[in-house]
């Protein structure tokens, strides 16, 4: 009771030091000057200048002039600008009016990272492969619809997963293979401006709605888009990404999926600036795969004698129906206006940006319209204050894809089965006809249905830098960040009661209202000392965080509706679907010192302490430890070689976790009701007593090469992750009436090369080329499996499915037939026939400024080796409308028998002594012929893409002068494009797709969904 | 020593956190009161139908009652019908003829355990409880142990981490007959009425001399399938078996007041009748009477009138995976979606009581209860053939059409049991369909059991 009595007082007193202030002295002259680009001798407007050893300082301003009152000569500038090498001019009070040029920092070495939850450091210093991805790469070539879409082939390590085309989509990210199974948290950690930001994924209901997951894994086929989609992209400043646990450790028991760091724009003082951005374009499908063909002669054979089918192909209407539903071209509006400045004191950025986008099918969408608001005030000259406000509408018409059951709510699962003979269109008075090849008329489905989630949001960031104890070699600060992040959503999922589908059922009409509120609130404070001593530098922090996540939702459910009614409570049978409450609490404990000697060598020692009550303890605290070093071997003299401008080795060790989800640590007993009485079940799923979270330990070895002054970088990186006490389910006997028991079930190994090179082969007055290639590669293996083999994901061996067990990747695509003992006993083990995870990827980034005013800037991505299983190619076969289908040529005239053994390309299933195996390249007409193996579904998805691609023209400054009057600063033009092509062999709409959403593994299952679309968007930018 | 300050102060404090969502499992696991043992006993009559749609409609394929029409899926018509080869361990669509089944009786056992943990009852009362128990598990038990057959079952399954062995088909049925044996004995002790009550679907056998003719006519089935045909004969004379009464009297699955919603995968759910499919409405996802059925219809026959309902013909279901077929016929038993599902009814009885004499001899008075059944039927007498196999032929004729697609369907188990599984192929539609003799064991049993000789 004392000592905690003491601490208290402890805490007390930390808390009160942090009120105290110091004076510094002065005598005064002033220094004036004009900043301009060396290469193109442009002035530099918004240039950092600042008194060496003192905050005073001041921004230059649009013509790149600058003024400042120092109080002591001699003394020294620095100037810095982002983007740029800094650089430090000597000044005595005689100098009163001076020149100064600086050079692009071409490979970023100076720019300054955020590595941790209060500290940064200088690029050339890092331990780690930090990638930084700036406005300019995200935005600069096109203008992505969602940030993660912003991200696609612009960095190393990454592997991003999509679940289709629909607007609106933010992909899921997985940096340096796979982190977890799919119990711990599968995502990265995302922090705006030190907020914890909402990622999560808010179930609609859909999935039951169209039979998709009637049974199990049923929210990971509602087709979400994860919130992260809410984010303007155009607010952002830079991002970085902290892709293993040695450098994400500092963020503890979230960090094993790795972290990603958004920070977003900010004022600068001097003239207020206003600018205002125009799109206009379209969404296109990319890759449509075109109809198969339909005769009389094939439904005969195909549909065997029905007249309905008959009258139908005689009728001589035929109608392309994948063009029919993929074929809009959906437009694109989107407006921003931004009001940007301040003073020296405080400084504004405002951002509004109106968004719209129509998708490739009638009524998809994706609308979001953003506020920010950022203001930094520098209350005292040892207090600064900052604080971000967004508000987010969005609003998403997702569409009816991918997976169904019986029910025909889905279009490309529809048009499957679907021939160009269907006469589906409605008559004069709106009234759809039945489809009879399928469960709905996909027609009525696109004009009736609704699937729209619409989400209101406010992400509220603070930070205050105050600074306590300042010496000429040292400097003690508190720093504090605290954030909000609410989210409230609204799902609506509707079935008219005129559908076909809906007709066919005891209660016609049928409704999901969903709501759901969810509130993230975080916050730190930390106390960071910083020494020289000697040529040593220390850098010591200590701090404390905290972490609340609070969520509700609700959804109702009304079957058996009237006249296009939507209420649920006037349904004929209602019910509440869903209701669901979690509450989240971690708290953190931080400790980091890092010592820099001359930038020669840079080490960090760090600690992290964590508890969760996602835990099964509750009280128990985790340790996350960390250490790294940098060796800048150019910086010690030794090596004098002039090309050379930067080599240095680095080496880096950290551990992260990663918490059980919320619900996986209770036993409870589940709710069913019959006849009216309520019911108690004892639940099939149990927890071991044991349990702990996921724990990863990451190694990074890495060399840098800085070449010919920083114009050329290659930066080559090796990683080994280990995830330890993998969660996952022991699956007892089935017969023991339990299902699953949540247990620590394996450990797993990542391993991975990345390597970059960027630089700048061309630079001159006229051009200016910069250039990056990425590299990269990731193995996984599952190194110790406590629990018996399994199957996960897809639907089932005869399907295609993922196989867990020791010695192999995760991302093992298996199917039948099972492997055998040596007895002929089956082992739970499939044979395998492929891999979710490329072998290896690479990226292309350019962008070339050339003739003053055009800069062009492209990206370019290419897979390789990656399986994935497409069912749709399965559907499609299954209902005779593969695009390939009557391409059958390579079995004509097959005989029966070759050399005495059976043709494997004769097939005779109606015993007529011809052929019967129409369906092209290959495939089984009906699989059944083929037994129950997956494997021709099973397929390569290496792919090139071209990302993006941008060109864009600035009105020479002359001529906007003359025409504008100096009302309008500068005028920009362009055309850009998302997305434009796919190169692949792969026979769907995309190869990167997923059924399953966000789920970490099994993923790569295909089964018809939205598909991909091509975005054009002209661009109009005009800065006031 | 400042995290150690850091660390005291109160932010660091967490309130644990309980599950916000569901009450915990160990609110009932000691001192139970009766409204929570009447829940419990209400989630064993929900989780008792788990096992009826998949088991329904798959083994309705098997033995070619019915056939599954899913265009979303044509597993439902290629791997069912045997057309991509014998089922294997991850075979198709059947984990609820497995799962569902143990799950009841799993429950059944945290019932009883809960029963027997609290003073909230007297010993009679549950006996009353465990009698009623023991009598839905033997009737759970023979879901999975018919799927699996010679194949086997565990029936030591009371500790998920420390199973017992399978057993022989045969061993499972002793167990589950010696089950049902405890369950009167129970029952017997249970004075003349239960604590609890009991869904619609059990209508006036909720008392445990009622109770008792239940579980003696779930005794005669399971014995006609040890071939106790003695056996049989006894127990059914203490069911409810009744030669003149009503042959749809029995108890019933409730369905009463269903919502819909699932009960797989722990959603709290009040599934509808699953054999409940709108009658005529445009359709190509629902269960169809398969045409081998329809071909062998006796002229007049009121169960087929009364059972297959003929759709109209622009309303003929087409499936992708048969397209050569087209249907004709739905189930057309039922009225709502709200209708209680018989498992067993005095109709199974009396064709029981004709199987079992016949077996032991008595032709005569076998040939006297199969025409007790063909005149309800509106059908005439079928003549003693004086032998056997012919009084066996026509018994099965007989269970074809009274006992179609039960939710424990009878005619592949049937067939199976008098070695004559190759008949079905005469019902064959595609001509690369296959009869199976059982459903492999699953792969998490199969699995489990690796694990363990692993040495895991």
């Known amino acids: 009771m004392k000592l905690k009595r003491y601490y208290k007082f402890m805490c007390l007193t930390v808390l009160m030091l942090l009120t105290l202030s110091f004076q510094v002295l002065a005598q005064e002259f002033t220094v004036s000057g004009r900043i301009t680009d060396e290469v193109s001798g442009d002035p530099l407007p918004g240039v950092n200048v600042v008194i060496k050893g003192t905050t005073n300082g001041t921004i230059s301003d649009a013509d790149g002039n600058f003024k400042l009152t120092v109080s002591s000569s001699p003394a020294t500038l620095t100037f810095s600008f982002i983007g740029y090498k800094g650089k430090e001019v000597d000044i005595t009070s005689s100098s009163t009016n001076i020149e100064v040029t600086m050079s692009e920092d071409i490979t970023n070495l100076e720019e300054v990272v955020v590595t941790g939850l209060a500290s940064s450091i200088k690029r050339s210093n890092l331990a780690n492969a930090v990638e930084t991805i700036s406005a300019e790469e995200l935005l600069g070539t096109t203008t992505p619809q969602t940030l993660g879409g912003g991200l696609y082939g612009k960095l190393a390590g990454v592997n991003i997963n999509v679940n289709g085309g629909a607007p609106g989509t933010s992909p899921s990210v997985q940096l340096r293979g796979i982190s977890t199974l799919g119990n711990g948290s599968s995502e990265p950690l995302y922090i705006i401006d030190g907020v914890y930001v909402n990622n999560s994924s808010i179930s609609t209901g859909i999935s039951v709605a169209n039979g998709a997951g009637a049974g199990q894994s049923a929210a990971l086929q509602d087709d979400l888009s994860s919130r992260i989609s809410d984010i303007n992209p155009d607010d952002i400043e830079s991002i970085e990404i902290l892709k293993g646990s040695s450098a994400a450790a500092i963020y503890g028991t979230r960090a094993n999926a790795g972290v990603i760091i958004i920070t977003t724009k900010k004022g600068r003082s001097g003239k207020t600036k206003v600018s205002l951005g125009q799109e206009i374009g379209f969404n296109q499908a990319v890759n449509l795969l075109g109809y198969a063909d339909w005769n009389l002669d094939k439904v005969v054979r195909f549909f065997g004698g029905s007249s309905q089918r008959i009258n139908d192909i005689n009728s001589g209407r035929s109608t392309d129906w994948e063009r029919e539903i993929f074929g809009e071209e959906g437009l694109i509006t989107s407006t921003t206006l931004t009001v940007s400045g301040g003073n020296d004191k405080t400084q504004f950025f405002i951002n509004g940006n109106v968004r719209a986008e129509n998708g490739i099918i009638q009524n998809s969408g994706f609308d979001r319209n953003t506020i920010r608001a950022n203001i930094d005030h520098q209350l005292t000259d040892k207090i600064k204050i900052s604080t971000g406000s967004n508000y987010i509408w969005s609003s998403n018409d997702r569409s009816f894809n991918g997976n169904q059951n019986s029910t025909g709510a889905s279009f490309g699962y529809n048009i499957s089965f679907t021939p160009p003979m269907a006469d589906l269109f409605p008559d004069e008075n709106g009234i759809y006809p039945n489809n009879p090849y399928f469960a709905e008329n996909p027609l009525a489905l696109r004009d009736l249905g609704i699937n729209n989630s619409t989400v209101n949001r406010f992400i509220q960031s603070f930070n205050a830098d105050i600074g306590l104890i300042q010496t000429p070699n040292s400097l003690l600060k508190l720093t504090f960040q605290g954030g909000i992040d609410y989210l409230n959503s609204n799902s609506l999922v509707y079935l008219p009661e005129v559908l076909q589908f809906q007709q066919s059922q005891a209660n016609p009409g049928d409704v999901f209202q969903g709501r759901a509120e969810q509130l993230n609130i975080n916050m730190q404070a930390f106390l960071i000392y910083n020494t020289q001593v000697g040529s040593?530098?220390?850098?010591?922090?200590?701090?404390?965080?905290?972490?609340?996540?609070?969520?509700?939702?609700?959804?109702?459910?009304?079957?058996?509706?009237?006249?296009?009614?939507?209420?649920?409570?006037?349904?004929?049978?209602?019910?509440?679907?869903?209701?669901?409450?979690?509450?989240?609490?971690?708290?953190?404990?931080?400790?980091?010192?890092?010592?820099?000697?001359?930038?020669?060598?840079?080490?960090?020692?760090?600690?992290?302490?964590?508890?969760?009550?996602?835990?099964?303890?509750?009280?128990?605290?985790?340790?996350?430890?960390?250490?790294?070093?940098?060796?800048?071997?150019?910086?010690?003299?030794?090596?004098?070689?002039?090309?050379?401008?930067?080599?240095?080795?680095?080496?880096?060790?950290?551990?992260?976790?990663?918490?059980?989800?919320?619900?996986?640590?209770?036993?409870?007993?589940?709710?069913?009701?019959?006849?009216?009485?309520?019911?108690?079940?004892?639940?099939?799923?149990?927890?071991?007593?044991?349990?702990?979270?996921?724990?990863?330990?990451?190694?990074?070895?890495?060399?840098?090469?800085?070449?010919?002054?920083?114009?050329?970088?290659?930066?080559?990186?090796?990683y080994d992750k280990q995830i330890n006490d993998l969660i996952e389910f022991l699956e007892p006997a089935n017969s023991t009436g339990i299902i699953q028991i949540t247990t620590n079930a394996g450990d797993l190994k990542n391993t991975g090369w990345e390597l970059a090179l960027s630089g700048s082969p061309i630079r001159t007055p006229s051009v200016e080329w910069f250039s990056r290639v990425n590299w990269w590669t990731n193995e996984s293996e599952i190194t110790r499996w406590d629990v018996p083999a399994k199957t996960t994901g897809g639907f089932g061996a005869s399907l295609g499915t993922y196989q867990l067990a020791e010695g192999i990747s995760p991302t093992t695509i298996v199917g039948n037939p099972e492997l055998q003992d040596a007895n002929g006993n089956g082992i739970g083990q499939f044979t395998r026939y492929g891999d979710a995870q490329p072998d290896w990827q690479l990226s292309f980034y350019n962008q070339v400024n050339f003739l003053k005013n055009f800069t062009f800037s492209f990206v370019l991505h290419h897979s390789s080796?990656?399986?994935?299983?497409?069912?749709?190619?399965?559907?499609?076969?299954?209902?005779?409308?593969?695009?390939?289908?009557?391409?059958?040529?390579?079995?004509?005239?097959?005989?029966?028998?070759?050399?005495?053994?059976?043709?494997?390309?004769?097939?005779?299933?109606?015993?007529?002594?011809?052929?019967?195996?129409?369906?092209?390249?290959?495939?089984?007409?009906?699989?059944?012929?083929?037994?129950?193996?997956?494997?021709?579904?099973?397929?390569?998805?290496?792919?090139?893409?071209?990302?993006?691609?941008?060109?864009?023209?600035?009105?020479?400054?002359?001529?906007?002068?003359?025409?504008?009057?100096?009302?309008?600063?500068?005028?920009?033009?362009?055309?850009?494009?998302?997305?434009?092509?796919?190169?692949?062999?792969?026979?769907?709409?995309?190869?990167?797709?997923?059924?399953?959403?966000?789920?970490?593994?099994?993923?790569?299952?295909?089964?018809?969904?939205?598909?991909?679309?091509?975005?054009?968007?002209?661009?109009?930018?005009?800065?006031? | 020593m400042l995290i150690a300050g850091l660390s005291a102060c109160a932010i660091f404090e967490i309130d644990p956190v309980t599950n916000p969502n569901a009450?915990?499992?160990?609110?009932?696991?000691?001192?139970?009161?009766?409204?929570?043992?009447?829940?419990?006993?209400?989630?064993?009559?929900?989780?008792?139908?788990?096992?009826?749609?998949?088991?329904?409609?798959?083994?309705?394929?098997?033995?070619?009652?019915?056939?599954?029409?899913?265009?979303?899926?044509?597993?439902?018509?290629?791997?069912?019908?045997?057309?991509?080869?014998?089922?294997?361990?991850?075979?198709?669509?059947?984990?609820?003829?497995?799962?569902?089944?143990?799950?009841?009786?799993?429950?059944?056992?945290?019932?009883?355990?809960?029963?027997?943990?609290?003073?909230?009852?007297?010993?009679?009362?549950?006996?009353?409880?465990?009698?009623?128990?023991?009598?839905?598990?033997?009737?759970?038990?023979?879901?999975?142990?018919?799927?699996?057959?010679?194949?086997?079952?565990?029936?030591?399954?009371?500790?998920?981490?420390?199973?017992?062995?399978?057993?022989?088909?045969?061993?499972?049925?002793?167990?589950?007959?010696?089950?049902?044996?405890?369950?009167?004995?129970?029952?017997?002790a249970a004075g003349d009425s239960f604590f609890f009550s009991l869904p619609s679907g059990w209508g006036s056998f909720n008392t445990p001399a009622r109770m008792i003719e239940v579980n003696r006519a779930i005794k005669a089935r399971a014995s006609i399938y040890a071939e106790d045909w003695q056996g049989a004969l006894t127990a059914l004379n203490a069911s409810f078996m009744n030669m003149s009464g009503n042959l749809n009297d029995g108890p019933a699955l409730t369905y009463q007041g269903g919502d819909g919603t699932t009960i797989q995968n722990e959603a709290v759910g009040n599934p509808f009748n699953p054999f409940f499919f709108p009658l005529d409405a445009f359709s190509t996802q629902i269960e169809v009477v398969h045409p081998g059925v329809l071909a062998d219809i006796e002229e007049g026959d009121l169960r087929a009138a009364n059972k297959f309902f003929p759709r109209s013909p622009t309303n003929f279901v087409n499936n992708q995976a048969l397209p050569q077929y087209v249907a004709t016929h739905q189930d057309g038993r039922w009225s709502t979606n709200n209708d209680n599902v018989p498992f067993i009814r005095n109709e199974e009885l009396v064709l029981i009581y004709a199987e079992a004499q016949a077996q032991t001899g008595n032709l005569a008075e076998a040939v006297s209860a199969i025409n007790t059944i063909r005149s309800a039927a509106g059908l005439g007498d079928f003549t003693n053939p004086g032998n056997l196999d012919g009084v066996i032929d026509q018994l099965l004729f007989e269970r074809r059409y009274s006992l179609w697609f039960e939710p424990l369907p009878h005619r592949w188990v049937d067939l199976r049991r008098y070695d004559r599984l190759s008949e079905l192929e005469a019902d064959f539609i595609a001509t690369d369909e296959e009869v199976f003799t059982r459903l492999a064991r699953p792969t998490e049993e199969q699995a489990w059991d690796d694990f363990i000789g692993a040495g895991g």
């Open chain 2, 23 to 188: 009450a915990d499992a160990a609110i009932v696991g000691s001192n139970a009161s009766q409204a929570q043992l009447q829940s419990l006993i209400n989630g064993l009559e929900s989780r008792s139908r788990g096992f009826v749609a998949t088991t329904s409609r798959s083994f309705g394929t098997f033995g070619r009652e019915t056939l599954s029409f899913r265009d979303s899926d044509p597993r439902f018509t290629t791997d069912w019908l045997g057309r991509a080869g014998q089922p294997d361990a991850g075979f198709f669509a059947v984990v609820n003829t497995y799962d569902a089944p143990f799950q009841t009786i799993a429950q059944g056992n945290f019932l009883m355990d809960a029963g027997a943990n609290t003073d909230a009852i007297s010993e009679q009362q549950l006996r009353g409880l465990q009698g009623y128990v023991k009598t839905v598990q033997g009737f759970q038990f023979l879901v999975p142990l018919l799927a699996q057959s010679e194949g086997g079952i565990r029936i030591d399954i009371t500790d998920p981490q420390n199973p017992g062995p399978f057993v022989s088909f045969d061993e499972g049925l002793t167990f589950v007959l010696g089950l049902l044996d405890e369950g009167v004995t129970d029952l017997n």
């Open chain 1, 865 to 1024: 080796g990656a399986d994935v299983i497409n069912l749709s190619q399965f559907l499609w076969d299954l209902g005779g409308t593969s695009p390939d289908w009557d391409d059958t040529d390579q079995y004509a005239n097959q005989p029966a028998m070759v050399d005495g053994e059976d043709n494997p390309l004769f097939r005779d299933d109606n015993g007529d002594g011809v052929n019967d195996l129409t369906n092209g390249q290959g495939r089984p007409l009906q699989r059944s012929t083929e037994g129950s193996s997956p494997e021709v579904y099973i397929q390569d998805a290496s792919f090139w893409k071209i990302r993006e691609a941008g060109l864009y023209y600035t009105l020479p400054s002359s001529v906007t002068n003359s025409v504008f009057k100096g009302f309008v600063e500068k005028v920009k033009l362009g055309v850009s494009g998302n997305h434009l092509f796919i190169f692949s062999d792969y026979v769907s709409y995309d190869p990167e797709v997923s059924q399953f959403g966000a789920n970490p593994v099994a993923s790569s299952v295909e089964v018809t969904p939205f598909p991909s679309s091509r975005r054009v968007m002209f661009h109009l930018n005009i800065d006031f």
């Open chain 1, 536 to 718: 040593v530098n220390f850098n010591t922090q200590v701090g404390a965080v905290k972490l609340n996540q609070d969520s509700e939702s609700v959804v109702v459910r009304g079957q058996g509706l009237l006249n296009g009614n939507q209420n649920a409570n006037t349904a004929a049978l209602q019910s509440v679907f869903r209701q669901q409450r979690q509450e989240v609490t971690d708290v953190g404990i931080v400790a980091q010192e890092e010592i820099n000697w001359e930038d020669k060598i840079i080490g960090t020692l760090g600690v992290r302490l964590d508890k969760s009550s996602l835990n099964l303890d509750q009280d128990e605290f985790y340790a996350f430890p960390k250490a790294s070093v940098a060796v800048n071997l150019n910086n010690f003299g030794f090596l004098n070689v002039d090309q050379i401008s930067q080599l240095k080795v680095r080496a880096a060790y950290g551990e992260t976790g990663g918490l059980p989800n919320f619900g996986t640590t209770f036993i409870q007993l589940n709710n069913q009701f019959i006849d009216g009485g309520a019911g108690t079940v004892l639940s099939t799923v149990s927890v071991d007593p044991n349990l702990e979270p996921e724990t990863a330990r990451e190694i990074e070895l890495g060399l840098d090469v800085g070449l010919f002054d920083g114009r050329a970088l290659l930066e080559v990186t090796y």
